[in-house]
């Protein structure tokens, strides 16, 4: 869904090598507020449902609700990070028409470090990743599931791009990446997809 918004500004011969979302632990309390929005909703319908006026109240918080939702499934959607085999692109979605973005090449990174902030990117293993450019400044990237193996990723890719390997070594690299190192063995749900 929506493949094309993360590749349609693609220079000649990048391609996009993963997309990475905040983890949903990150967003713990909006998804409690959706699921006690409906919630509340079911436990009054009981009542707001015997009249037309309580029925015509109940279908406008019930829209409501579902915008809510959709508002906040879409913020997480977007708000994302792009890391192509020549650049890392950061899009900030700060409300549903307003974003920033932010990029980076590969072959300037100098280093790659990440945190764990606290108990609920613990339990659900999500952190910051910190990555240093050589002309003195960094880009921040929060709530990224699995911060290691991001971590891992972004550091490879660097060195590939600061080495000037060929396509052929670095199609290799990504085909042995897989995706499949990032889905979570568990059925839980997944911080970052494939685009094809």
């Known amino acids: 869904m929506f493949e094309d918004y993360f590749s349609q500004d693609l220079k000649e011969d990048e391609e996009v090598v993963v997309v990475f979302r905040k983890s949903w632990g990150s ?5 409690v507020r959706v699921v006690l929005f409906f919630a509340i909703l079911l436990i009054f319908s009981f009542w707001l449902l015997r009249s037309l006026t309580g029925g015509l109240i109940f279908s406008f918080f019930l829209i409501l609700a579902v915008c809510y939702g959709l508002y906040v499934w879409l913020n997480w959607y977007f708000d994302s990070v792009v890391i192509t085999n020549q650049r890392i692109i950061k899009i900030s979605q700060k409300s549903l028409f307003n974003k920033s973005v932010e990029e980076i090449p590969l072959d300037h990174i100098v280093n790659v470090s990440y945190e764990v902030p606290g ?7 999500y952190g910051t990743e910190i990555i240093e450019l050589d002309i003195g400044k960094k880009m921040i990237l929060e709530s990224l599931g699995d911060p290691k193996k991001t971590q891992d990723l972004i550091t490879e890719l660097a060195r590939l791009a600061s080495k000037k390997v060929s396509a052929e070594e670095l199609v290799e690299f990504i085909s042995r990446v897989k995706w499949d190192v990032y889905n979570k063995k568990d059925g839980s749900v997944k911080g970052k997809e494939r685009v094809k």
Not at 27 to 31: A, P, V, W, Y
Not at 119 to 125: E, K
């Open 119 to 125: 108990f609920f990117a613990t339990i659900f293993n």
């Open 27 to 31: 967003r713990l309390f909006s998804i």
